[in-house]
């Protein structure tokens, strides 16, 4: 199989289905801001040290996958979709994981270890996503609501992870003070 098609050579991408649109849609801005979280992610995880970390961004970004396949096919279509239990799965490890982490009292600027600074890279460009995905829902409705709340919890998640890599690596957080 070819790594090039040419069918895209004028702008144009295939929705799954075989749909064709613009590649600046709404919908293509979204799923493609999902590829890149993915992407970052993956540089995250060549930063992380700590193994519970590293399956947790594993786990996440094979459900990218799916997010992204949700995206790009009409919610018609018969297919593996982010549903609840995706999203409660990401609030259960968000429990656990605070479980071990000190009570947050201000604001922290990102940053820290190698690892925890790319996993706050991966929440921005998740934040990112979800305003795409926003804007997509107002001008088509052919979206599964369920993915909205899972990238709302995917940045809570991500930024709580930050902070247990950064906790884990020695990494110190750093208050955000208002500059004079």
Not at 85 to 93: A, C, F, G, N, V
Request: proline fraction near 3%; charge should be positive; charged fraction near 30%.
């Amino acid at each position: 199989m070819k790594i090039y098609t040419r069918r895209g050579d004028e702008g144009q991408t295939s929705l799954f289905g075989g749909e064709r649109v613009e590649k600046d849609s709404p919908r293509v801005s979204a799923y493609g801001t999902l590829d890149e979280l993915n992407s970052v992610m993956g540089v995250a995880l060549t930063f992380c040290r700590n193994q519970k970390v590293k399956e947790i961004l594993s786990s996440v970004q094979h459900q990218l996958f799916t997010a992204g396949a949700d995206l790009a096919t009409s919610t018609k279509r018969e297919m593996d979709r982010i549903k609840e239990t995706d999203w409660r799965y990401l609030e259960s490890i968000i429990d656990e994981l605070q479980k071990e982490l000190p009570p947050l009292k201000n604001f922290i600027l990102p940053g820290g270890s190698p690892g925890a600074s790319c996993i706050h890279f991966s929440r921005a460009v998740c934040r990112r996503a979800e305003r795409l995905l926003v804007n997509l829902m107002k001008v088509e409705r052919d979206v599964n609501s369920q993915m909205l709340v899972y990238l709302n919890r995917l940045s809570d998640l991500l930024f709580v992870l930050a902070r247990y890599e950064n906790i884990l690596e020695g990494g110190k957080e750093k208050i955000w003070q208002k500059e004079n």
